[in-house]
């Protein structure tokens, strides 16, 4: 029989101090973005900060709330939050308020509530009840399937609000499958794929192309040791190439040497299968496949960027190639966040001293770019302090999720590490300019009650999960 625990004594409190650390931080820091000398008090409801404590507040009673619930009733009502999500985010779509140019808030007088935020962690408890009562392996065709839907249908729904930053977390819970037994190689074709769509913008697609088959002459010799196969593919190619170079150079044809490559390439992948179906060669077709694949994803980036993307979102991914040196527009923001980072230094301006934000050169400088702030008055030191504090979050939230004695709640503990880790890693990069500005908070800094009580729902109801760990098996 599962013994009882004093749920106050079995809290993880250094999870809790790294928490309202990092609340009081961000509190500090909104008040230091939106400061006005004409309302200094940080307890003025009437400003942005005042407001953020109100959110804080409500934050630490929702947390309290969490904690003294039945750890059991999570796992048990799990589908019934998601399904409540999905009702939310449908209903946005008809009754909501659209701001920026996304329709994703319900707005409650003075009150905004914005659902796709709570969507995450009820997306997480339902990953997480589902994976927790599969007796077979995650990586069961089925079951990847019934996965993949719970994760896509909050997504998609999210997408059609036009708020495709919030979307693009939900990728972030393919890293908890492979926590659970998936393999590593989904992980490695998700930043191939990543990087042949970056490639794909910068280089010359034949040229990508050609590049890809002497990564898979290579690849297939690594992989099946057939030195003799992979040689005579490599011969192959470089001979027709030269013959077909040298043919358009002798009859003076206004070909492009790019294209001439891609056929000899093509007709060396032909030769390359006969010989290997000959000689009963291992793994060629897989081999083969990839590189048709990848070569067909290649020639589909320009419809998928063009066609699929919105203008901005290109312009962004530009912006970030440096195939736009747009500083004035839409790279405005990123432009004017480097510059406030870069001008803190090593130990920043000084609280209430930070010139690009006090004139608000950076715009959203409490929200998505709130870490310009504690870059520019606390500079790089301070920025580290930041930075250490997630990362220190992170690793000990890894740490109690690897001690879970029920599935359900390492799941689950894996789902929050992997939610924050992006929302970290990526809000931080667009703030000097390493990733693309697609508008998510930074966890417990950014200005906003929805993003602070849906993070501190997340982490306390695994934190709840990791306190009676000894009664949930």
Known sequence: MPRKTNILAQLDWLTILLYLSMVLLGWINIYAAVYNEEFQSIF?????????????????????????????????FAYIFYAVMLILLVGVLLFGREVAGSRSWFDFGSFRFQPAEFAKFATALAFAKYVSTREQSVATPRNLAVLLGIVLVP????????????ALVYGVFVLVLYREGLTGYVLVLAAGT??????????????????????????????????????????????????????????????????????ALVLANMVFVV?????????????????????????????????????????????????????????????????????????????????????????????????CTVGEEWGFWGSTIVVMLFVALILRLLFL??????????????????ILFFHMAINIGMTIGLAPVIGIPLPFFSYGGSSLWAFTIQLFIFIRLDASRAELL
């Not at 409801?45 to 999570?74: C, E, H, N, P, S």
């Not at 699929?308 to 839409?330: A, P």
């Not at 999720?401 to 992997?418: D, I």
């Open 401 to 418: 999720a690897e001690r879970q004695r029920s599935s359900f709640s390492r799941v689950y503990g894996y789902c929050v590490v992997s």
């Open 44 to 76: 003025d409801t009437g400003q942005r900060y005042g407001k953020q404590l109100i959110w804080i507040v409500l934050a630490l009673a929702i947390a309290f709330w969490i904690v003294v619930v039945d750890g059991k009733a999570y796992s048990f």
């Open 155 to 166: 997504a998609a729904l999210i997408l059609l609000q036009n708020d495709t930053g919030s």
């Open 275 to 371: 010989l290997s179906y000959l000689k009963r060669v291992p793994r060629v077709y897989t081999a083969i496949l990839v590189l048709l694949g990848a070569s067909l994803f290649t020639y589909s980036v320009d419809y998928i960027f063009h066609e699929v993307l919105q203008e901005h979102q290109r312009t962004r991914i530009n912006v970030l190639l440096g195939l736009d040196l747009d500083t004035q527009n839409t790279g405005y923001n990123v432009h004017q966040s480097k510059v406030a980072i870069g001008s803190g230094g090593w130990t920043g301006k000084g609280f209430l001293q930070g010139t690009q934000t006090k004139y608000d050169f950076v715009p959203e400088q409490s929200t998505d770019f709130i870490f």
């Open 194 to 263: 990543a990087l042949l769509f970056v490639l794909s913008l910068l280089a010359s697609k034949p040229m990508l192309v050609v590049s890809l088959a002497l990564i898979e002459f290579f690849s297939f010799l690594f992989l099946s040791g057939r030195l003799k196969e992979a040689l005579v593919g490599l011969l192959v190619f470089g001979g027709l190439s030269g013959l077909a170079l040298g043919a358009a150079e002798m009859l003076g044809l206004e070909t492009a040497d790019e294209d001439l490559l891609t056929v």
